[in-house]
């Protein structure tokens, strides 16, 4: 069984993509990236899909993950903010998938819970949270990156189970696991 690995976590949107990095040794984790990809400035939607895609294919290609938790969009009032931040959840889950990483979906909430015990705890409360388990030296300036970085963590406390979340672990499991969204 291998001891080490690294958890590629993710926090897709179409204006800020916040991603964090952990690797896990034993029962350990030690932080190693944070950041975030700013897709504000560019208009078009589909331009912000190609490098929401480009830039997880190269954070694959950089850090090796064995393993993708991504935060699951939660459910607004707003329809087509639920579509645009669906689909850039799924070029993200695409790019891991498209390199056969195993991708686990989880909940705002049950993220929050993970990190702070509490499923209503506020974006600095989180981060304020993860400085202190990872002994980072300072926050960045938009929560989004510390929001990425928590995905990741409440993947290492979850130890990849599918508790609370969907895990895929290719195309074929995808499709499996939504056989009646594919079209036949």
Known sequence: MKTEKIILGIDPGTSIMGFGIIKVIGKKMEFVQ???????????????????????IQLIDTYKPDEIALEAPFFGKNVQSMLKLGRAQGVAMAAGLSREIPVTE??????????????????????????????????????????????????FYNSGTKVGGKNYTGWAAFVKQNEKRVKK
């Open 34 to 56: 944070m950041n975030e990809l700013i897709l504000k400035k560019y208009d078009d939607h589909y331009l912000k899909l190609k490098l929401i895609f480009d830039r997880t």
């Open 106 to 155: 989880y909940a705002p909430l049950k993220i929050k819970m993970a990190i702070t015990g509490n499923g209503k705890a506020s974006k600095e409360q989180v981060a304020l949270m993860l400085k202190s388990l990872l002994n980072l030296k300072t926050l960045p300036k938009n929560l989004d990156a510390t929001d990425g970085l928590a995905a990741a963590v409440c993947h």
